[in-house]
Each structure stands twice: as structure tokens, then as C-alpha cells.
């Protein structure tokens, strides 16, 4: 049971239904790691044991870490007495650690794992309990106060409040930005990156994103963080420092975007964006292209050359050519199809004649490629055999 103080409601509530720290979640954080990184194993050689003290001790292992049972509850649950299960928790305990490896019985060793220590809920959690420090932080925070106006009023240096407000956070309670801290911006990053976060969740990691957590995601190597304006230049919009406010106006209606940043400066001007995140991509180029309004601003950068006329707004993107998405050179098709080497004699004709408007399938020319689209491979591969006098293959059925 909770301790009897006058602990805010809504802490209490998420206290009592805490599962945050695994199944293991009121064993010391040292014991609970060993015990988390030999669950599985244990299970299946208890399961297949014979023994029934092994396979008694494991469950009251379980059962007196994963609950607030006291060694007398356990006993009682289990059937037998409570010194019994004293001595089975430490042999069950000296057993897990047998599996461990012997670097990790080195990081974990059985003397300061074979710890029986016990409280009405997991060690952690004690620091929100002890001095009500939980509640009144949460008072603070119903009253509107910030990171550093909290610290200064409850006298808490900030790492110790950090610590505090990430469990708080860890009970789905809401906390303010953690300023000043890796483990926060790694926190927003994790989150962006999570593909069953609503509309309004995004929205809310985009408004914790500051210039550390931009850089953090620039130097990633697995960026979430996606400028608007440069994916209305490769789809072919010119975009300049005038009209760059209509594109991010008409995606900031449909999409959840970041406030501006100012990432750096070229030729003498500051670089600015705002950004939405790289798994929304395919919904801002929707938003651009459904904007009759920036219909204006559309250079087409691609030429189709054969095939049924396109609008500039059905023609590929230079994001779609350079990305390989659906689109695909007519050199690497003959190469790949009939073993037609670019710019060869055979190539050279087959071009031709897709150039005289010979050939019914859609081709592009992009910055000195030529390109097809990717259903297109087949119908290119008949038509170059008919330019070449080339007799298909029959194949036996």
C-alpha cells in the first residue's frame, strides 16, 4: 500500500497502476537487470526441470519482485513457510545468476544481487514519494511553472528534478521539456520517429524540438526531421525567400510542422525552415500538389519524350527519378533485359527510335538520363526486340 501522506490523486492513481519497469519492477535496479537478462532462459529450464523445490523457488521469485507481496504473502500464496521461501528467493537467485556470461557475472555479482530488499513499490519511484516531493512538483506544474522556476521553488537542483519529472513522464503524467538534457532529446527523436503517434502527438514532440535536438538529429544518420521547402524544390516547385511562407502554409494546414529554425547561413543569409518529419512525407507532397495556388511556381525539370502527354503535374519528380522510386533508365533495362550495353550500336538505335516516336510506353529525360517508368520494363523490352530484329524467346511450358 501507498504511505499515508497527502499524495496528489492523480499520482496515487498512477502509481497503483504503474507497470513501467517490467515484470520485475520492485526488485533493486541492479537485481532487476540481472533478473530481466536471464528471464527467458530460466523460464524454459524451469519448465523443463523435474525438480519441484527449483520450480517453487522460481515462481516465488517472480511472484515476491513483481508485486509489493511481502515474504509472508508469498509464502502464503505459494504453500509453504516463510524462511522456506527466504532460502528459495536466494536460491533462485544464485541460480540466475549461473546464467549469466561471465562478463556480465562481472557487472552483476551475486553478492550485490542476492538482495531480498523490499518496499510497497519499486526503488525508483521513492523519489517522487519521500518528501511528497511527487505531488508538490505536480502542484507546481497545475500552476504553470517551468523547469527552472520549479528548481529554484522546491530547491532542487535540476538533475535531481529532471530525474523526478522523467518518472513522472514514465507514469504517462505530463512534464515540461527537460532542458539541458540528452536522455530528453533522445527522448523526442524516439518519439518522432514512432509511426503509431497521432497527428496531435507529433505536434507536441515538434513543439520540445530545439537546436540540440536538430543537431542531434543532423549528426543521427537516421534523420526524422524533414525541411518543407526542399521537398517542393525536388518535386519541381521554384521556391525562392518570397513565396517559401505559401508552401509552408499550405502544408502546416494538413501536416504537423516544427516552429522556424535558423540552421545556418549562405552567401550571407541566414538558412530558416520548419519541419515536419521524414514517415509524412508522402502526406506534404500531397498537400503541395493538391494547392492549385502553387500551381504557378511549377518548373517542370523532366521532359517526357514518347508516350500518352502528361500534365507537369503527372510527370516524375526529380525526388522520384533520384530515388529510384518506380522509375528507371532505359539503359539499365536494355542492359539488364536483353544485355544491350549503353551506348552501343544497338542502344544508340533503340534511343532513336523511341525518339522519332516510335514507342507507345512513357519515357523522360532528366539531366542527361533517360528514363522509363518501372511497369514500363516489359513493353520497352518487346519494343527494343522489334527495333532490333530480335526473335523472342519462347519458353517450354
Known sequence: MLPEQDLHPDLKTALLKHRKLGLYSYAPPQTREMLELTHNNAVLRTLRSPDPIRLRSESALIKYFSSSATLDQTAKV?????????????????TRHSFLDLKNQELYPLEEINNLHHKYLPPEHHLLITDNMGSKIMLELLNGANFNQISSLLNLDPEDLAKRLRLLRSLNIEVP????????????????????????????????????????????????????????????????????????????VKVPLSREFETGVQNGIPKRYRFAITWHRNR??????????????????????????????????????????????????????????????????????????????????????????????HSLKEYAQKVLGIVPEITAE
Open 284 to 377: 506534404v507532397e500531397e498537400a503541395i500538389k493538391e494547392a492549385e495556388s502553387l500551381d504557378q511556381y511549377l518548373k517542370p525539370l523532366v521532359d517526357q519524350i514518347s508516350g500518352v502527354p502528361l500534365s507537369d503535374k503527372e510527370l516524375p519528380t526529380s525526388y522520384q527519378i533520384m530515388e529510384g522510386k518506380g522509375i528507371l533508365r532505359v539503359g539499365t533495362v536494355l542492359l539488364e533485359e536483353l544485355n544491350i550495353r549503353p551506348e552501343s550500336a544497338d542502344y544508340r538505335k533503340v534511343r532513336e527510335a523511341i525518339y522519332n516516336n516510335g514507342y507507345s510506353g512513357n519515357t523522360f529525360f532528366y539531366k542527361r538520363m533517360f528514363m522509363v517508368t518501372e511497369n514500363s520494363r
Open 177 to 252: 521539456a527537460i532542458p539541458h538534457s540528452a536522455i530528453e532529446n533522445s527522448w523526442v527523436l524516439e518519439n518522432l520517429h514512432d509511426e503509431t503517434k497521432t497527428d496531435k502527438d507529433i505536434q507536441s514532440y515538434l513543439n520540445r524540438v530545439t537546436h540540440g535536438i536538430y543537431d542531434l538529429d543532423r549528426l543521427s544518420g537516421n534523420r526524422v526531421l524533414s525541411p518543407i521547402t526542399p521537398v517542393a524544390q525536388e518535386m519541381g516547385y521554384h521556391v525562392f525567400g518570397r513565396n517559401a511562407k505559401e508552401f509552408i502554409k499550405v502544408v502546416g
Open 78 to 94: 505459494i504453500g509453504v513457510g516463510r524462511e522456506t521461501v527466504r532460502k528459495g528467493l536466494f536460491s533462485a537467485l544464485a
